[in-house]
């Protein structure tokens, strides 16, 4: 039975878009942590103001390991959580094991290597920017599908020596695992379905192991010093992220742009700019909202009568740090040139997230290049926001339909 005091709490919406926004403000004024209802009845505390996030995330009372914090956890039951607890990764993993875990894939994106990747990042976005010209006739087209999405998926499945064959499949796999409102019994298909392609490219690089990542994470499988589920959960891990958030960025950054002319005009005019619309976009419009999950150790008094209980769930809004009004003047204006333009995009602490110079280095080539080779370039519908992935975690659309010529710009 369900008390009237637990039907007080708050459902997070999965709407995306201005309310995903509306809500981090309404649980923000809220306290310091308020406890919110996740699909499948998961009671979690939500965090949303800025310097209470980095104080849970570096605390030493909060783990991201559920297997010994969590009261009652038992890995699938929770099927829509299953990608995000249910794996063995550096993600969900602390102290030693996570050291290890991290010191396995960190070589593949030091500064240097990550630099290496910038020739080919740029022939993949010359190539779907040919694929853009290709397609244009004056009708809109969905820059998400054509542009936005192609960059980074092409880019981390080269990484991970992803076989073309395998890619679709793989890909559809990744876009699902955001998708916080669909039925138990599709989340489960979902997540099935994840560790199968998984499962295929560690055995198509088993057969035939190349100069990627898939093969050496398996050469250190072999190696004992990785099990078959850290390395699957390694790749959904490392391929997951390094393909959603990246498309989040590009599509965000392209629509700020287009809604702020003369900072595009700037831009353009002074490409060192570039870096500065990235970090604004990161801030305003983050790829990832809330990331589930993270668990209280002991009691933490959080101040103002809030207290979260040793077995607490915890959901971070990471998203929400950049939106803050305690931390940034104007917050919820996007302003490339502000000072204050802090945020936790990609994380904060031990977990910040060992991708975030590639996503960066991608947006940083698609983007400058985008705009070079489509100077008008205009939202298909601009008094018509596009439909918002149906997701509390991830911030990102389902289309992002643009006119790469309008009708009466002259192309340059």
Request: glycine content about 8%.
């Amino acid at each position: 039975m369900t008390t009237s005091h637990e039907a007080a709490i708050p459902v997070l919406d999965s709407d995306g878009g201005d309310r995903l926004y509306e809500q981090i403000e309404e649980l923000r004024a809220a306290g310091p942590a308020t406890r919110v209802r996740l699909p499948q009845n998961v009671i979690a505390w939500s965090v949303t103001r800025g310097d209470v996030i980095k104080r849970l995330v570096t605390h030493p009372d909060v783990t991201r390991d559920a297997r010994d914090a969590w009261p009652g956890y038992q890995p699938g039951v929770v099927s829509w959580l299953s990608p995000w607890l249910d794996v063995r990764s550096m993600a969900t993993s602390e102290g030693a094991e996570h050291t290890r875990l991290r010191r396995l894939i960190g070589p593949a994106f030091t500064p240097r290597r990550m630099e290496s990747l910038r020739p080919s990042i740029q022939a993949i976005v010359t190539d779907l920017l040919d694929g853009l010209e290709a397609l244009e006739n004056g009708a809109p087209v969905d820059l998400r599908a054509h542009f936005a999405h192609g960059v980074p998926t092409r880019v981390i499945c080269d990484l991970f020596g992803v076989p073309e064959d395998q890619r679709p499949a793989m890909l559809a796999a990744v876009d699902a695992i955001l998708a916080t409102d669909v039925p138990r019994e599709e989340s489960a298909r979902i997540t099935n379905e994840l560790l199968t392609v998984m499962s295929l490219l560690v055995e198509a690089k088993r057969r035939k192991p190349g100069d990627d990542m898939t093969s050496l994470l398996l050469t250190a499988h072999e190696g004992d010093r990785l099990t078959e589920t850290e390395l699957i959960s390694t790749l959904v891990l490392m391929i997951g992220a390094g393909s959603q958030t990246t498309i989040a960025l590009i599509g965000n950054a392209v629509r700020a742009l287009l809604g702020h002319r003369r900072q595009l005009s700037a831009t353009l005019a002074a490409p060192a700019r570039w870096a500065a619309v990235i970090e604004e976009t990161l801030r305003l419009h983050p790829p990832v909202v809330h990331l589930p999950l993270r668990f209280a150790i002991h009691d933490i008094d959080l101040g103002e009568g809030v207290t979260i209980a040793a077995g607490d769930a915890i959901l971070i809004g990471f998203g929400a740090h950049g939106r803050d009004p305690s931390f940034h003047d104007a917050a919820h204006g996007f302003e490339i040139d502000r000072v204050d333009r802090d945020h936790m995009a990609f994380g904060h602490g031990i977990h910040y997230c060992l991708g975030a110079p590639l996503a960066r280095l991608e947006a940083a080539v698609a983007l400058p290049a985008l705009f070079e080779r489509f100077p008008d370039i205009a939202l298909a519908d601009e008094g018509d926001a596009p439909d918002p992935q149906p997701s509390f975690i991830g911030n990102d659309v389902l289309t992002l339909p643009v006119l790469l010529r309008p009708p009466g710009r002259a192309a340059r």
